[in-house]
């Protein structure tokens, strides 16, 4: 089966076409050509004049959407929040939980297994955000279900769904071991929600932390005696730094600064997204914490710390081509190649033959348009 998007502007890592089309058989991209094309006998054709192509967003931290969370534990939650995460280009997900107890969590992924990933978004597996966190920098995260890093816990919900991320703090106990046993078993370990300090940092840099969650939030931030994680993210060049691009979490002027140090493809986009994502303003809660949602912006009721956010990553990827001022070949990294990068998928975040066919069409104002899933269109506004 062959499908050809036609009459694109095409922007792709390191690449960008004023006009292009693109040959998609099954699920992949076979050709990526500038101008037209003629299609196949039988080729589906999708005219994108006067739409942007871009390889399909992936969003590797998102607690929920349209008032759905995926800690609620509901099947019909999960694919309600993978069919609506297309509609801001989201092709690849992965669900992420918060500190709850463990069979709040195994409930949690056990929903998400159910998902049949049909009609939705990609989930390959899911990210834990705790419960292994400093309870000091617990933020909107329940304080009560805090625990120490546990790899057999990991293994016993990694036993329901594949688990693919994890968010802990390194300086709790057995946190720098945690580092190396979760790389054993293939998951990617982040640190936030920590208070650690410069020196610890570098010890789980050596046993082979390359990840920082929700950079700048939640963890031990620049000062010149101890530059904590803040400092370590933008000093090593290593390693990714996830930011949450509303203006909000992060001023425009740190987004800028991040991006001109650390470069787009060492800067992951994330939604951390809960349940008000895609709804009005008013009262949610999450991980079972009231939370008032007031111009977009959910903060705890109790305190006032932001609880997540109410982002989509259309708009996370259009607010840092305002802000930077960068080439969108360069930062369109941010929003799909990083996280493929740091997650060691290389079968998606560009557009190229031999890649997944997950492709988003934007308008001028970063509005999606439609959103392919391996060449299929899951989404038309």
Not at 2 to 26: F, G, H, M, Q, W
Not at 73 to 91: M, P, Q, W
Not at 111 to 135: M, S, W
Not at 344 to 354: A, E
Request: aromatic share 6%; proline share 5%; net charge negative.
């Amino acid at each position: 089966m062959y499908t050809v998007v036609e009459k694109c502007r095409l922007i792709s890592p390191d690449v960008e076409l004023a006009e292009a089309s693109v040959l998609i058989e099954n699920d992949r991209i076979i050709q990526v050509t500038p101008g037209k094309i003629t299609p196949p006998v039988g080729a589906k054709v999708i005219d994108a004049e006067g739409l942007t192509a871009v390889p399909g967003f992936i969003d590797l931290h998102c607690h929920g959407r349209n008032s759905f969370d995926f800690c609620d534990g509901s099947a019909d939650g999960v694919r309600a929040i993978a069919e609506n995460k297309l509609a801001e280009g989201v092709t690849t997900l992965l669900p992420t939980t918060l500190t709850v107890s463990e069979k709040d969590l195994a409930d949690s992924l056990s929903a998400v297994a159910a998902y049949d990933q049909k009609t939705g978004c990609r989930i390959p597996g899911v990210h834990l955000e705790g419960p292994f966190i400093n309870v000091k920098a617990a933020g909107a995260q329940n304080p009560a279900f805090v625990r120490v890093p546990d790899a057999a816990e990991v293994d016993r919900l990694n036993s329901v769904f594949p688990v693919k991320k994890i968010t802990f703090a390194i300086e709790e106990a057995n946190g720098i071991a945690f580092v190396g046993e979760m790389l054993k078993r293939g998951i990617v370990p982040s640190c936030t929600h920590s208070k650690a300090s410069y020196e610890i940092f570098k010890q789980a840099h050596d046993a082979g932390l390359r990840n920082l969650s929700h950079f700048c939030n939640q963890m031990t931030p620049l000062h010149h005696r101890d530059i904590g994680l803040v400092g370590a993210g933008l000093l090593h060049k290593d390693v990714f730094a996830e930011l949450i691009c509303d203006k909000l979490h992060i001023s425009p002027a740190m987004i800028k600064l991040v991006f001109s140090v650390k470069g787009a493809d060492k800067v992951i986009l994330i939604s951390d997204a809960m349940r008000a994502s895609g709804m009005p303003d008013g009262e949610y809660d999450l991980g079972g914490l009231p939370v008032m949602v007031a111009d977009g912006a959910a903060r705890l009721k109790e305190g006032g710390a932001l609880a997540g956010s109410t982002l989509q990553l259309a708009t996370a990827f259009k607010n840092i081509c305002e802000v930077t001022g960068m080439a969108p070949s360069e930062l369109v990294k941010s929003v799909s190649w990083s996280a493929a990068s740091a997650m060691g998928w290389n079968d998606r975040g560009c557009l190229m033959p031999g890649y997944l066919a997950d492709i988003v069409l934007l308008d001028q104002d970063f509005v999606v348009q439609k959103t392919l899933v391996g060449g299929e269109v899951r989404y038309e506004k």
